[in-house]
Structures are given as C-alpha cells and as structure tokens.
Nanobody, 123 residues
Framework: QVQLVESGGGLVQAGGSLRLSCAAS?????MGWFRQAPGKEREFVAA????????YYADSVKGRFAISRDNAKNTVYLQMNSLKPEDTGVYYC???????????????????WGQGTQVTVSS
C-alpha cells in the first residue's frame, strides 16, 4: 500500500509561484499531478516516470510548470510559475501501481492518491 501526502499549496497572486511536494511511503512508479477546480472534473496536469527521464504536461501548463522527483526522498515536486487564476483548484498527486510503457494522463490509470492541497490564484 502506498500513501501520498501533498503539501505546499496556498494563496498566491497571479504571476506568482508555488512549489508543491508529494511525499510517498512505499514503492512508486510513474507519478502524476492532477487538479480539480470547483464544479469541474479532475484534470491531468503533469506526470513523470520513475527514473525521471520522461515527463509530460497538459498544454495548459506547458512552459510554466515543471515536475521532478527525488527518489532518495521518495518525493515528487511540481514547480508552478506564472500562475493564473484558472490554475486555482485542489491539486492531487497520484502514483501508478506498476511500470508502464508510456505516461498515462487518464486518472483511472493511477491507483494511489493523496488527499490534495488547495491552490488559489488571485487576480
């Protein structure tokens, strides 16, 4: 069983930055960040393979967000720059339960989920 705990959310003005962390206990594989805004479905943000050699981003965050991981600390990060009000939402990290040939963007492909951390971007 894998447990994931997110941290680093908060309130920031548009144009600002935040760094989210996701600390994992247990074996993780490809990990992803998802977000959910009020009244909207959960959407994919970014993902990274276990080795860190491959990453993938949603078009809406490409060039502004960066995902990374430190396997020695069993932690995944999401550096968020040039934040916009539309980035507001609860951010969740998730892990797949096995190795995968490709990075998945569908939430059902991820087995383990954290409790989420709120990110609010004011205009």
């Amino acid at each position: 069983q894998v447990q994931l705990v997110e941290s680093g959310g908060g309130l920031v003005q548009a144009g600002g930055s935040l760094r989210l962390s996701c600390a994992a206990s247990g074996r993780t594989f490809t990990m992803g960040w998802f977000r959910q805004a009020p009244g909207k479905e959960r959407e994919f943000v970014a993902a990274i393979t276990w080795s860190g050699s491959s990453t993938y981003y949603a078009d809406s965050v490409k060039g502004r967000f960066a995902i990374s991981r430190d396997n020695a600390k069993n932690t995944v990060y999401l550096q968020m720059n040039s934040l916009k009000p539309e980035d507001t939402g609860v951010y969740y990290c998730a892990s797949q339960h096995a190795l995968s040939r490709q990075i998945e963007v569908a939430s059902y492909k991820y087995t383990y989920w954290g409790q989420g951390t709120q990110v609010t971007v004011s205009s």
